[in-house]
C-alpha cells in the first residue's frame, strides 16, 4: 500500500525493475514497503505500516514491561507514512550519546542548544508556533525512569523545504525549557563529509519488523559516491539531490523505520562528536544497492545556525 508520493514514485521503480516474470504476490510485497519517511506535527493519528494483506495495523513500541503501546506520531499532510531504526546495530548503553532524543511523532533528534532539537524538516509541521511535540530526552532506553520529557514550543522548518526527496530536509525545535543535558554541535564545514560516520536512532531494527525498539541502537557506515548513490536510485525514478545529500550503508547496515531526524555524527580527535547529517529517505531497509540518505549539515550550517540561536535567545520582557 503506497503511503505518499514518494513512495509511490519508487514503488513503481521497483516494480519496474522486478520484471514482468514477478508474481502478484512479489509485486505487492515490493509495493507495501515504502520509502522510510515520518511526516509530522499537526494532528495526532496512528503510525502504521503498510501490510502486503491490505490492512492497516497500527504500529507499536515494544516496552520492558512485555506490554505493547501504540505509537501515535502526528502527521501535516493527513497522510500515513512510515518513519526510518538501526539495522545490523548494536544497543547504546547509558551515557553514551548523551545529546540524542526521541520526538513523540516518531522521529529523532539531537540537542544542539539547551532549549533546541534539531531534527529532519519532514519530521515536523510548517514554521511557527507548536505545541504538539513531547521530546523524550537523557536517556537511551524510553523506559527509564531517568528520562526526561519536555514540550515543544515553536518550530523553525527550512523554508525550501517541500518533501524529503527534494532536498532541505532539516529543522529545529523550541523546547518549554532548557535541559540540562549535554549538546552536540553541528560540523564546522564539509571538509569531513566523507568517511565512516556513527547513526542512530528507536526505529526498527529490521524492515519488516511491526515494533519499533525502546533502547537506542547505533551503527558505523561508510558513505557512498553521490554518482554511484544516483544512478541506483534513478532507476526507481528519483533524483537524488546530490549537494544536499550524503549516502551511506553497507551490507545489512542501515537506518530504517522509526530513525528519521535522528543524527549522523563523527568523532573528532579531541573527542567531541559533531553531527554530520540528519537521517532523511531511503527505499527499504538495507536493501543492497539502495543505501540511506542523510541530510548534509554542511551545506545548511548557516541557516541551522542562525535557527538555533533564534530559537534560544530570551525574549525581552
Not at 10 to 24: E, K, Q, Y
Not at 60 to 85: F, K, M, N, S, T
Request: charged content about 25%; hydrophobic content about 40%.
Amino acid at each position: 500500500m503506497v503511503r505518499n508520493a514518494a513512495s509511490a514514485v519508487l514503488a513503481a521503480g521497483l516494480v519496474t525493475l522486478l520484471g514482468a516474470a514477478a508474481s502478484a504476490p512479489a509485486l505487492a510485497a515490493a509495493r507495501d514497503r515504502p520509502i522510510r519517511v515520518a511526516q509530522a506535527a499537526a494532528e495526532d493519528r496512528p503510525l502504521r505500516p503498510a501490510h502486503a494483506d491490505g490492512e492497516d495495523r497500527p504500529l507499536r513500541l515494544a516496552h520492558a514491561d512485555g506490554g505493547d503501546r501504540r505509537l501515535r506520531p502526528a502527521h501535516a499532510d493527513g497522510g500515513d507514512r512510515q518513519i526510518r531504526e538501526v539495522v545490523g546495530g548494536k544497543i547504546a548503553e547509558p551515557g553514551r550519546f548523551p545529546w540524542v532524543v526521541r520526538l513523540s511523532m516518531g522521529c529523532g533528534g539531537t540537542l544542539t542548544a539547551p532549549r533546541v532539537v534539531l531534527t529532519a524538516g519532514h519530521c515536523v509541521g510548517a514554521t511557527g508556533k507548536n505545541n504538539r511535540i513531547e521530546v523524550t530526552a537523557g536517556t537511551p532506553d524510553l523506559d527509564a525512569k531517568t528520562a526526561v520529557t519536555v514540550k515543544s514550543v515553536e518550530v523553525i522548518r527550512a523554508s525550501g523545504f517541500i518533501t524529503e526527496t527534494r532536498g532541505d530536509d532539516w529543522a529545529v525545535v523550541k523546547l518549554e525549557r532548557a535541559l540540562n543535558l549535554p549538546t552536540i554541535d553541528v560540523v564546522p564545514d564539509g571538509g569531513g563529509d566523507d568517511g565512516t560516520f556513527t547513526v542512530m536512532g528507536w526505529g526498527q531494527t529490521r524492515e519488516t519488523d511491526l515494533q519499533q525498539e525502546r533502547r537506542l541502537h547505533y551503527a558505523s557506515v561508510p558513505t557512498i559516491p553521490d554518482e554511484d548513490c544516483a544512478k541506483a536510485y534513478k532507476k526507481a525514478g528519483v533524483d537524488l539531490v546530490r549537494d544536499e545529500s550524503i549516502c551511506a550503508g553497507k551490507h545489512g547496515v542501515d537506518t530504517c523505520q522509526g530513525d528519521s531526524g535522528g543524527p549522523m555524527v563523527r568523532r573528532e580527535a579531541d573527542g567531541r562528536w559533531v553531527q554530520v547529517g540528519i537521517v532523511s529517505w531511503g527505499l527499504g531497509c538495507a536493501r543492497d544497492g539502495y543505501f540511506g540518505v542523510y541530510t548534509q549539515i554542511s551545506k545548511f550550517r548557516p541557516a541551522i545556525r542562525a535557527a538555533i540561536r533564534k530559537l534560544s535567545a530570551t525574549p525581552v520582557a
